[in-house]
């Protein structure tokens, strides 16, 4: 934990440093909210859909949120032609799976983007993470039917066949490669009552992996700095309109000393998952 604590800390002071851009082919419902956030944690936000510049544009960030919340087929045909273009040239890519399983558009989406941009972290709740692994439907919306703790070994399964590095949100976040696994417990209730709060989380990631190659550290450090200022947001705000403004507020104003005291970071180290028990929990999921 204080290995993690300190690489959060370290990883906060660093992308206020380097201020990386980070190119998010994001919803439309989170878009401005996700770019002040960016803002605010010190990364310099942009946000191009456009099939003409999406490749340009990728080849000058220093990470790639590819959120499938609102598509449309030109929005496919971008994410994956920046996708592309980011795995040629070694830029992190971060799938948030918005809705997966809810439709067959948005499960057999995600697919495709992970087949063919081979992303760094694939960020979704528990629901969305279950139908990756699934061809069924498993959830309602952008909600979860399914507690962390239902999808974990899905989690490190999934991690270990794509060889990425898989994060679920909830209550307690668990984040996984398949052999190493967190949970980050920071965070507030009152998170699930703004939409694009887990959006933003993901795009929280996609700014750390601009500056840590360590995916898993990454990932994991972002969360906890995500959720910390959560937590410092309900301190002063009473309701959801605003906690999100607080929000902004606590992402500019924690202090990488202060997410280092407060971070609640636990890792653990995993035995491999075999593969003839994935199948097992495939077939159960």
């Not at 696994?181 to 959006?199: I, K």
Request: some cysteine; glycine content about 8%; hydrophobic content about 50%.
């Amino acid at each position: 934990m204080d290995a993690l604590a300190r690489a959060a800390a370290q990883n906060l002071a660093t992308l206020r440093a380097k201020t990386p851009l980070v190119h998010n082919i994001t919803n439309l419902v989170v878009m401005n909210y996700t770019a002040n956030a960016l803002l605010a944690m010190g990364a310099s936000p942009v946000m191009a859909h456009a099939l003409e510049e999406v490749a340009e544009m990728t080849a000058l960030a220093g990470a790639l949120v590819l959120n499938i919340g609102t598509l449309a087929p030109e929005w496919v045909e971008s994410m994956l032609k920046a996708g592309q273009k980011a795995l040629q040239l070694g830029i992190p890519v971060i799938l948030d799976p918005v809705g997966s399983g809810a439709t067959s558009l948005r499960t057999r989406t995600a697919g495709r983007i992970i087949a063919q941009a081979r992303p760094a972290v694939v960020r979704g709740n528990a629901s969305e993470i279950l139908s990756l692994r699934q061809a069924g439907p498993g959830a309602r919306g952008v909600d979860s039917r399914h507690g962390v703790d239902q999808a974990a070994e899905a989690a490190r399964c999934l991690a270990a066949e794509l060889t990425c590095v898989v994060a679920i949100t909830g209550p307690v976040d668990f984040v996984t490669d398949g052999r190493r696994s967190v949970r980050v417990a920071n965070g507030h209730p009152l998170m699930g009552r703004v939409t694009g709060t887990g959006c933003t989380a993901t795009a929280a990631i996609a700014a750390f992996l601009a500056v840590d190659p360590d995916a898993l550290r990454a990932a994991a450090t972002a969360l906890a700095y995500f959720g910390l200022a959560g937590e410092t947001a309900a301190r002063s705000a009473a309701a959801p309109g605003s906690f999100m403004i607080a929000m902004l507020d606590a992402l500019y104003t924690i202090t990488p000393e202060q997410l280092q005291a407060g971070c609640r970071i636990e890792e653990t180290a995993d035995e491999p998952p075999a593969q003839a028990a994935c199948h097992a929990a495939k077939d159960k999921e």
